[in-house]
């Protein structure tokens, strides 16, 4: 005996319905616990500050990775920037927002990058970075002057 469409579309609904009525509230009491979470983080403000104009320090966004196996070529980049020159690099990134705080989770085994949670990257799948650890401080940055464009 074949089923008719009407009957399969209201299945679709029927189940449909269930799961929205299951999964919202598991996804509101999971985005209530990780809020919860962040508030148990230590704050910082994430900017790096090693470019120079005559010799004063500039703050400016820092790059971030999401993904460990970048992690020597990341680093590699940023010896490069603190020596002052402008070196190029080929590993996907992410921003900050110049003047944001971020959540310092801890540190990787080896304790050469400090894993970030970026509030405001909280749309993107992934949230947790990476990032060195002198791009870390307890001030926010100087932005007198500037203008700051946030990107989507």
């Not at 074949?2 to 449909?16: A, C, D, L, V």
């Not at 990780?34 to 820092?62: A, G, H, I, K």
């Not at 590699?76 to 944001?100: A, D, H, M, R, S």
């Amino acid at each position: 005996m074949k089923i008719s469409n009407t009957k399969k579309i209201g299945k679709i609904t029927y189940y449909s319905i269930i799961a929205g009525i299951v999964l919202v509230p598991i996804s509101i009491i999971l985005s209530y616990w990780f809020e919860s979470y962040l508030d148990t983080l230590s704050q910082r403000y994430c900017y790096e500050n090693f470019l120079t104009n005559n010799n004063q320090p500039v703050d400016n966004m820092v790059l971030t990775i999401h993904d460990l196996k970048y992690k020597n070529e990341y680093i590699e980049y940023y010896k490069k920037v603190k020596k002052g020159l402008n070196p190029k690099f080929n590993f996907p990134i992410i921003t900050p927002p110049l003047g944001g705080k971020v959540y310092v989770k801890g540190f990787t085994e080896d304790s050469s990058l400090v894993e970030i949670f970026i509030r405001e990257r909280f749309d993107r799948a992934k949230f947790l970075f990476y990032v060195i650890p002198e791009a870390l401080h307890d001030n926010p940055p100087n932005l007198t002057g500037r203008y700051i464009i946030h990107l989507k």
